[in-house]
């Protein structure tokens, strides 16, 4: 019997592995599906849409909302399009990060609303316990004067002042919840392969000397898993992205996640229970449940024509390198769930400072575990007809300013687009005016 060469031995290790993979996602959606019944969603979905109140019944003994929250429903910031769905900028929620130099990046939010007037939180206390740091140095110059005996020079000495504001405040809108069941069961080798193919594409073309092409993402890998929810991928689990809401949004403590104390921006280890697990149970149910958009051609044959004229573009120009059409299994996701710097990086807070793409790497390299400022997760297109404001921030209120802001690390797309013809622009926003939001009905969640 001969044996079977190193390589193929490799490929038959690797075959497995991708048989054991699919084989404990499989496991791991019918363990949820037996968890979920109509029961539960119906629970859940009066959960999402209930008005929180301070020692709220629901809460069972807890202080209910806040004392710091955003809002007093899930519903309140997940309606646009249906149950579920996106916001307007009016509920955007104020984010920040602190960047110390040679220490971990912190994160937290600056809350909108407090259950008192003495716990209402303001961007100036943020900046209170992160204050700015002056930097002087001495700079002198010395130059040989022309007009000067051979051998003499002058110096002229100056002091240089650096003001560094390790606060970075940003505005984050509401992302829509559309089809986030299929998401959770979306396996980390289905993103990963597809990272892989994507880098070596692009390293065959730039070999070739093509470097035109859109640059390379990254994933945020979350307890060894990678990060699917939350505008940077900060969450690998649907139930951990719906404990942390409960947290931070409205002020629920749960069993994942505790309410925040307010001015303080950190967790309350103190707090009381105000979800139960089977609440918080419920709830994911909910989510889970919510139907995946579709999309939806026009009926008439010119309408039809220019929308799949649109799709074939849309891979022309480089969208799809992102914008994944199919992945995992799940069609018209159009997401790689990879993070990408979208705008040019921003210029440090120092005085006449600003850095390139490569020496921002060096600036955020001691702290690998958290992503950097200007980096934002590709965010599903599915439903996307339905879903403006565009970007992280809301601040694109229509798909082609969005198209055109694309100005990092897919500015290839974006350049190309721009230079389409008004009709060929006009039928890629038809094809992107196509995915809609899921069409509900009486019947799309069971009645309590």
């Known amino acids: 019997m001969h044996p079977v060469p190193r390589v193929f031995r490799r490929y038959l290790v690797f075959a497995a592995a991708i048989v054991f993979v699919a084989v404990c996602g499989l496991e791991g959606l019918k363990a949820w599906n037996g968890r979920v019944t109509p029961e539960k969603v119906a629970a859940g979905k009066i ?31 997940h309606f646009q399009g249906g149950l579920g769905g996106s916001s307007g ?18 994160a937290g939010v600056v809350h909108a609303s407090a259950t008192s007037p003495r716990e209402q939180e303001r961007k100036s206390q943020v900046t209170a316990i992160f204050p700015k740091t002056v930097r002087r140095s001495i700079i002198q110059n010395t130059s040989t004067m022309s007009d000067c005996a051979p051998g003499r020079s002058q110096s002229t000495i100056r002091e240089s002042i650096e003001i560094d504001d390790p606060v970075i405040f940003q505005e984050l809108n509401s992302p829509a919840l559309f089809g986030v069941g299929l998401i959770d069961e979306l396996s980390n080798l289905s993103i990963s392969l597809h990272g892989q193919k994507r880098f070596a594409n692009v390293m065959a073309s730039e070999l070739t000397g093509d470097l035109s092409g859109n640059r390379l993402g990254i994933v945020n890998t979350v307890n060894r898993n990678i990060g699917k929810f939350g505008w940077k991928g900060q969450f690998s689990t649907l139930e951990e992205f719906v404990a942390s809401a409960c947290a931070m949004e409205i ?22 229970m105000d979800m139960t697990r089977e609440q918080l149970h419920d709830l994911v149910c909910f989510v889970r449940s919510i139907p995946r958009p579709v999309q939806i051609l026009p009926k008439e044959p010119v309408g039809q024509f220019r929308a799949e004229r649109g799709e074939a573009i849309f891979g022309q120009i480089g969208c799809t390198d992102c914008h994944v059409e199919s992945l995992g299994g799940i069609e018209q996701i159009y997401s790689d769930f990879h993070l990408y710097n979208l705008e040019p990086i921003q210029p440090s807070v120092s005085q006449g400072g600003g850095y390139s793409d490569g020496e921002a790497e ?8 958290h992503p950097h400022p200007d980096q934002w997760q590709t965010p599903p297109l599915w439903g996307v007809a339905d879903s403006a404001p565009y970007f992280h921030d809301g601040q694109s209120p229509t798909l082609r300013s969005a198209i055109l802001r694309h100005q990092g690390q897919a500015k290839s797309s974006s350049k190309q687009f721009s230079k389409l013809s008004t009709y060929d622009q006009a039928c890629l926003l038809a ?17 309590p």
């Open 47 to 77: 959960l999402f849409e209930h008005q929180w109140r301070i020692a709220d019944s629901l809460c069972g003994g807890g202080d209910g909302l806040g004392p710091v929250f955003n809002a007093r429903s899930c519903a309140a910031c």
């Open 362 to 369: 060096k600036q955020f390299e001691f702290d690998r575990s």
């Open 431 to 447: 094809f992107l005016k196509t995915l809609r939001a899921p069409q509900f009905s009486a019947k799309s969640f069971p009645q």
């Open 251 to 272: 002020g629920l403590t749960n069993q994942l996640h505790a309410q925040q104390k307010p001015k303080q921006y950190e967790a309350d280890p103190n707090a009381a």
């Open 89 to 106: 900028n009016e509920f955007n929620v104020t984010s920040f990060e602190v960047i110390s130099e040679g220490e971990r990046i912190q």
